[in-house]
């Protein structure tokens, strides 16, 4: 992954599991701030990353 560009971006460790991990860890820290918009940085496209991909795609989706 890229190096973070500001003092806002996390970086993100490079094992799926360590990645998951802290996702969440992020994700609900900013879900208490009400951050009204979260970007991140695609995963890459392997089978080692689909839970990963997976939890972001439930993220992005509209709450019900």
Request: hydrophobic share 40%; glycine share 2%; proline share 12%.
């Amino acid at each position: 992954f890229d190096p973070p560009q500001n003092p806002m971006q996390i970086q993100a460790p490079g094992t799926p599991k360590e990645f998951a991990a802290q996702l969440y860890a992020a994700l609900h820290a900013l879900d208490r701030l009400r951050a009204k918009e979260i970007l991140v940085q695609r995963p890459p496209n392997t089978s080692e990353w689909e839970a990963v991909m997976d939890r972001l795609t439930k993220a992005a989706s509209p709450s019900s």
